[in-house]
């Protein structure tokens, strides 16, 4: 097997790549707003976020046209709060002795012309609404042609903590699973995991019957638990 790693921008070497010729694409894009690579025209610094949404439908659209017929596309995306950068939702705040991040976000997102200084990202937005970046570039590009198939909660038991303490800390982002056409290629063999219950039957309030009529586990019931949230475990449904 042959490796080979291309470098550079996205859209100009998937510009160079021929059509129909990938697999499989893997890739988290550049948050909105949430970090500074230091490179000119970088993703994720646009100075709203329909131009971030325009950017990546444009990138993925060359992504799929490379794209074999049976492949897929998995985009993994977090999300981002207005009026959060650098602390601009605070009236008269400036860059000052902010970070050069703090600086270069606040030159690209200008404070609206308004009492608390709030940012103007998306018209209805207010600051500290929760701006909902994935679905939005999800749905966007449904628009343009993909299949969005799945949304994948990515659950992380020790996330980065979080200084705010009017809600809870963010423990989960979201991974798509999209794909070019509507049948495609999918391994669900090679993730498949063992079920949770020993006995599902019982999982319905009797013992689990066998192929001769017998009852399995000498009739006994029981109930199932799990680690976690019961609601939500894979291998069985919740019992209240």
């Known amino acids: 097997m042959i490796v080979q790693v291309i470098e550079g921008d996205c859209l100009d070497v998937l510009r160079t790549l021929p059509a129909g010729s990938v697999h499989c694409c893997v890739t988290s894009p550049p948050y909105f707003g949430l970090r500074d ?4 025209g970088q993703i994720g610094l646009e100075p709203t976020l329909p131009e971030f949404i325009d950017t990546l439908v444009s990138v993925f659209r060359e992504v799929r046209r490379v794209l074999r017929d049976d ?15 650098g602390a601009q939702s605070r009236h008269g705040s400036g860059t000052g002795r902010r970070s050069p991040l703090s600086r270069t976000q606040i ?22 609404d929760l701006m909902g970046v994935p679905w939005r570039v999800a749905f966007a590009l449904q628009e343009d042609g993909w299949y969005l198939r799945q949304d994948i909660i990515w659950h992380k038991p020790n996330p980065m903590p ?7 800390t963010k423990a989960h982002e979201y991974i798509f699973l999209m794909s070019k056409s509507a049948r495609y290629w999918f391994d669900a063999d090679a993730i498949k995991e063992p ?7 019982a999982m319905d309030g009797g013992a689990q019957r066998m192929p001769d009529g017998s009852k399995a586990n000498n009739g006994r019931n029981f109930r199932v ?16």
């Open 71 to 85: 492949g897929t596309c998995w985009v993994n995306l977090g999300d981002s709060y207005a009026g959060s950068w």
């Open 195 to 201: 079920a949770v219950a020993a006995d599902m039957g």
């Open 162 to 168: 979080e200084s705010v303490t009017d809600r809870c």
């Open 37 to 40: 690579y230091g490179v000119d």
């Open 107 to 128: 030159a690209a997102m200008p404070q609206q012309v308004t009492n608390v200084g709030s940012l103007s990202k998306v018209p209805g937005l207010k600051p500290k």
């Open 225 to 240: 638990s799990a680690k976690g949230n019961a609601k939500t475990f894979r291998g069985g449904r919740y019992i209240g």
